[in-house]
């Protein structure tokens, strides 16, 4: 485990060699906000696991080159879990009271987050899970502590449904139509099935569940079963090295690449880049941005901090998938807290009871997003009390042989599906745990 003091503070350094300057040092620690760092860089899933990791921490450097969070810097701490939940929960009891303890945590697994959604209300930290974790936990009346930002897999599944439905001329023609899924065994895997079998009762297509034991390097077995079946389409909820094993399987087997489609996990350049021209036609549903090495954010990354030897990992990588998924990620943690100060006291740290209730107010318009830098990458977010998500929308984005390029406008979720499955399962874990819906009163605390 490694620390990375993102502060440079001159009255630090001159505090390591003048005890007479310990005040200063002391009033400067005071003006750190802490977050640990869960990440996965070695081990099955670090092709993956280095992307994002790298564009997380890139975004909090940034942050303290543009100054911190109204003059507030940032401290982080990373820790390598290896993608397992017993390593990610020790990282979590490890780092959660360093450092004045900790503002948030990212778990970074949805096996992760289903074991500390368990801790989190009692240590008063709040998870962030941008496109991943509990689907019902988008009922923030239940689930105080839980942000599944930007999208759950609920959404992910619902669009692409949506999707394959306008390619067939409506939901309608997709009676009778067989949608595989193949999925990681996990409860990653696992979470968009719930989904899928509602529409599946809606629509009257055959459902087939393919799963994959993680990692996934092997799955002839699985593959054999959709040469075997013939499915209409194919839906890959994979992670890791299961996704390019799954498209050399399928083109292996002879199956078209353009009747499969991938969670916002399975759609990014690790997925592809070895398979090539073997992977063309793949789509994948995205988590509001694709790759993009044009967009402001981009080019303020590479000059504030690649470009003087400060970034995190290789340059070439910026702007791409996985990368802007870590840096958006970061984003939505240090909006939170800035909406916290609005509340609670510019330039201060904020505890996280605080920060949770700054990422239960987010309102971050297209206005502000294009300051921030995400013009073209993120479209407006706005979260409430019932509303842990704050965004259900996304593109289609496919791999052309070399590049992924978007192939579908903004299609939004349907809540009127989601909705209720989110409000009966949240409830099912609320009558489980004992837990009382949360009061007008509360959600305003």
Request: aromatic share 8%; hydrophobic share 40%.
């Amino acid at each position: 485990m490694k620390v990375r003091n993102l502060v440079l503070s001159v009255s630090l350094a001159c505090a390591a060699l003048s005890g007479a300057l310990v005040p200063t040092a002391a009033m400067a620690q005071a003006k750190e906000q802490f977050f640990p760092v869960l990440v996965y860089r070695t081990g099955a899933y670090a092709p993956n696991g280095v992307p994002f990791a790298n564009g997380y921490v890139d975004y909090l450097k940034l942050v303290n080159a543009r100054g911190g969070i109204n003059g507030v810097k940032l401290l982080f701490e990373e820790c390598e879990t290896g993608y397992d939940t017993a390593r990610s929960v020790e990282c979590y009891e490890r780092l959660k009271g360093k450092n004045g303890g900790a503002t948030l945590i990212h778990p970074w697994s949805t096996g992760a987050t289903f074991a500390l959604t368990e801790k989190a209300p009692g240590d008063k930290i709040p998870l962030i899970t941008t496109g991943y974790g509990r689907s019902e936990s988008a009922d923030g009346t239940i689930f105080k502590w839980n942000f599944p930002l930007l999208g759950t897999y609920w959404t992910g599944a619902d669009i692409l449904v949506q999707h394959v439905a306008k390619k067939e001329g409506g939901a309608a023609n997709l009676k009778g139509k067989k949608i595989a899924l193949v999925y990681h065994d996990s409860p990653f895997g696992k979470e968009p099935i719930p989904l899928l079998q509602e529409r599946a009762k809606m629509h009257g297509f055959e459902l087939q569940l393919l799963p994959v034991t993680a990692p996934g390097v092997e799955q002839k077995a699985t593959w054999l079963q959709v040469r075997q079946s013939r499915p209409d389409y194919t839906l890959l909820w994979g992670w890791g090295v299961m996704n390019s094993t799954a498209l050399k399987e399928a083109q292996a087997t002879g199956y078209p690449r353009e009747k499969m489609y991938g969670v916002w996990w399975s759609g990014a350049e690790p997925d592809v880049k070895d398979v090539g021209q073997g992977a063309k036609g793949y789509n994948a549903v995205t988590l509001q941005h694709g790759t993009d090495k044009n967009a402001p954010i981009v080019k303020e990354i590479l000059a504030k901090l690649h470009d003087k030897g400060q970034g995190t990992g290789p340059k070439d990588e910026v702007g791409e998938t996985l990368y802007l998924r870590g840096v958006v990620s970061a984003a939505m943690g240090v909006e939170g807290i800035r909406a916290a100060q609005e509340r609670f006291g510019k330039g201060k740290v904020m505890t996280g009871e605080q920060v949770r209730w700054g990422l239960e107010n987010l309102n971050l318009t297209q206005a502000k997003l294009d300051a921030l830098g995400f013009k073209g990458v993120m479209r407006p977010v706005s979260t409430s009390c019932a509303d842990h998500v704050g965004a259900s929308a996304a593109r289609i984005h496919t791999w052309d042989g070399s590049k992924w390029e978007f192939t579908s406008d903004w299609i939004e979720a349907d809540q009127q599906i989601i909705r209720p499955m989110v409000k009966s399962t949240a409830g099912k874990y609320a009558a489980e745990k004992k837990l009382t819906a949360r009061t007008p009163a509360d959600c305003q605390s």
